[in-house]
């Protein structure tokens, strides 16, 4: 018993320590992405290269006042940003870091993943109704009916992964790619259900050009309109933790997992999940917002029949090949 | 697209919504009280007057002169085309002559502010549109255009280098090559421009057969400039009525059917390739001679127009710019009132936007390029 206490508080001091620096380092390296895309230099002041600077910006919503709107729902309202909080949180715990490494080796570890995921836009439709802002109400229902149209692709890529993997185990996915399935990644064997899982994972984390339920230009600030501080710092944090984790996760299904020569599998992993979140930095800075009812066409008229499709291909060759 | 009568009459599921004047989309202190049906527009009413500063008071109680610097001011985006529509509309109620070299040197300085306002505009309307990356690059090209004005001017927005009978600076002998440097910038990136923007799939459909609006629609509302040009009208003032040295110079009135969005944006790239043709060819037949008339010593000298009224309109970088001037004599205006394009263009926002998305709303506002201390004055 005390072993299990002692490995549980380890982790997860282990993952909220990782995952905090992991924000800092993400919001820095949007921000020089952007400045590179943009021909500017990004933070240059504090630290060398800026590196420090959102360390001090984290100090200041640190100090900064948490305001509540007089009209809010306050129960709800405290809640929401503590909500985002902890779903992701649990999800990080449950990619394998290599062969040996995983927090949490679950079965059914897929499943686990895409349903924990969709549990924040709870928090953001808590966050958008709580605030009694109208805004955020907007923001906080385009987020309920985007995560609801884009998990069905990104589940229905997975599972073209699974049949070939003939598992739900991330571990054992990972593994397939090594030595099952002639060794190869699934990106090469699945390039439909990658495109189609990227897409979807760059929708589910609201960021550009899905980005509607908090389209600055439109929505002002979207569901988080209202918040302050370090309330407002969480639903950063979440939506930075969401991409490295369902990055890592895109990484597992698709790229090999921590699968690698010369480096050991953790580095391995954290580089390929990495380099889809410089992705998708890449994606937010060069393309212009969708509108809401195209965001909602998109999915439902062509990334699911797409994904539909695939399945059903992917079953039938299994079926004659085996 | 077009609403249903109930869909106007019915309460019970609508809401308001205030977007601005603090809003980031809304291009300074514009209030747009948005009546919504879930996300879909159903009326829209536009509240401005929040930046109102009284020009038109103001000139009736300033000489001729004194009034300059608030010409720029109503317009921050094209103040030199205002700061010359003033100075010419005295000049012409006042008959003073103006040198030859005046007369292009003017061209080609408010051209140069026509590209530098819509450059600004395409980066501003693609950041309405959720890309932010272009406002910095259309940005640095504007950059250049500025720079080289302000050789001129000394002023860098709020130009007031326009006098009664000519310019406040001779260009300098070196401004011709600095200016084909500028239009050979500019030249090389409307390729950039079209590759990236034009033909990004996203950009396409947030942009086609969004805000319509018709030739009778844009004639009702008393829409001009290339919005009007958009519906597939070929107004431009600089032809209809044509002023100051635009008549010796060949350019065409670039027009799209469409009248959507869309067509907005494309009419205003196809004008500052226009606007570059004008500066080539204004820089190749500049004569030499005084930028200012002789006698006439600009801002000093008390000015008394014989009484009278007239219209001056001239071509801004938002559509026609009219001035009624009246004077009696005196060494103030009687009353001067200004015809400003972005009043009647913001209006027929009421025609445009019912019927389409919150997103729409905003690319629809942004199509139109207001800017408010020109509607408020």
């Known amino acids: 018993m005390i072993d299990f206490v002692t490995t549980l508080a380890i982790g997860t001091a282990v993952i909220m320590g990782y995952l905090s620096v992991n924000v800092l380092f993400l919001v820095w390296l949007e921000r020089k992405v952007s400045a590179y895309i943009q021909r500017r230099l990004g933070p240059m002041e504090v630290g060398p290269q800026g590196t420090l600077q959102t360390v001090a910006d984290m100090l200041k919503l640190l100090g900064k006042q948490l305001l509540t709107p007089i009209a809010a729902d306050k129960a709800v309202y405290w809640l929401a940003p503590v909500m985002v909080f902890i779903p992701t949180l649990c999800l990080a715990s449950l990619i394998p870091l290599s062969g040996a490494e995983a927090f949490a080796d679950q079965p059914y570890g897929l499943v686990v993943i895409i349903a924990l995921s969709g549990l924040t836009v709870i928090a953001i439709f808590m966050a958008g109704w709580a605030s009694n802002n109208k805004y955020a109400v907007l923001g906080g229902m385009r987020s309920v009916a985007q995560v609801i149209a884009y998990e069905v692709p990104v589940l229905l890529a997975a599972l073209s992964v699974v049949l070939i993997a003939g598992t739900m185990n991330l571990r054992g996915i990972a593994d397939a790619q090594a030595h099952g399935g002639g060794g190869l990644p699934f990106l090469l064997l699945q390039p439909v259900a990658a495109v189609l899982y990227f897409i979807g994972i760059t929708a589910e984390t609201n960021r550009a050009p899905f980005d509607i339920p908090e389209a600055e230009s439109e929505l002002v600030g979207g569901f988080h309109t209202e918040y302050s501080g370090m309330r407002f710092a969480l639903f950063f944090f979440a939506e930075y933790t969401n991409m490295l984790v369902l990055g890592a996760l895109g990484a597992t299904l698709f790229l090999g997992g921590w699968h690698g020569p010369w480096l050991p599998g953790p580095v391995w992993l954290l580089l390929k999940a990495y380099a889809l979140v410089a992705v998708m930095m890449w994606m937010r800075w060069t393309f212009p917002r969708l509108r809401f009812d195209q965001l909602m066409s998109f999915a439902w008229k062509l990334l699911i029949p797409v994904a539909l499709v695939n399945l059903v291909v992917t079953a039938l060759v299994l079926a004659v090949w085996r | ?377």
């Open chain 2, 1 to 377: 697209m077009s609403l249903s009568a109930p869909d106007l009459e019915d309460p019970q599921d609508t809401y308001t919504l205030n977007m601005g004047p603090q809003h980031p989309s809304t291009h300074g202190v514009l209030r747009l009280k948005l009546t919504l049906r879930g996300e879909r527009v159903i009326a829209v009413e536009p509240v401005i007057g929040y930046s109102h500063r009284a020009h038109e008071k103001m000139a009736e109680t300033r000489t001729y002169a004194q009034f300059l610097p608030n010409t720029s001011r109503q317009d921050y985006l094209s103040g030199l085309i205002y700061n010359l529509a003033w100075v010419e509309a005295v000049e012409k109620l006042a008959s003073i002559p103006v040198p030859e070299r005046a007369l292009v040197a003017r061209v080609i300085l408010a051209e140069f502010n026509r590209i530098s306002s819509h450059l600004l505009w395409v980066g501003a309307f693609l950041a309405d549109l959720g890309a932010v990356t272009p406002f910095l690059y259309t940005f640095d090209d504007r950059e250049a255009i500025v720079g080289l004005l302000e050789t001129v001017t000394g002023s860098r927005l709020t130009y007031c280098t326009g006098r009664f009978g000519g310019l406040s600076k001779d260009l300098d002998a070196d401004f011709p090559r600095r200016a084909r440097e500028v239009l050979v910038r500019l030249r090389a990136r409307w390729p950039e421009l079209e590759g990236l923007i034009e033909d990004n799939v996203i950009f396409r459909q947030r942009t086609m057969g969004v805000g319509v609006m018709t030739e009778e629609q844009c004639r009702h509302w008393g829409v001009t400039g290339p919005v009007l040009r958009a519906s597939g009208v070929p107004y431009d003032v600089r032809k209809m009525e044509p002023y100051g040295a635009y008549p010796r110079y060949a350019f065409t009135i670039p027009t799209r059917p469409e009248g959507d969005v869309f067509a907005r944006y494309m009419v205003r790239i196809a004008e500052m390739e226009q606007s570059c043709r004008i500066i080539e060819q204004a820089l190749d037949g500049l004569p030499e001679g005084p930028i200012l008339q002789e006698g006439s010593i600009g801002v000093k000298k008390r000015l008394k127009p014989p009484a009278g009224t007239l219209y001056y309109a001239v071509e801004s970088a938002r559509g026609a710019y009219g001035i009624v001037l009246t004077s009696e004599g005196g060494t103030e205006p009687y009353r001067a009132k200004f015809r400003t394009p972005s009043y009647a263009n913001l209006a027929a926002l009421q025609d445009m936007m019912p019927g389409s998305m919150v997103a729409d709303a905003v690319a629809i506002l942004g199509s139109l390029d207001v800017v408010m201390p020109e509607i408020d004055r």
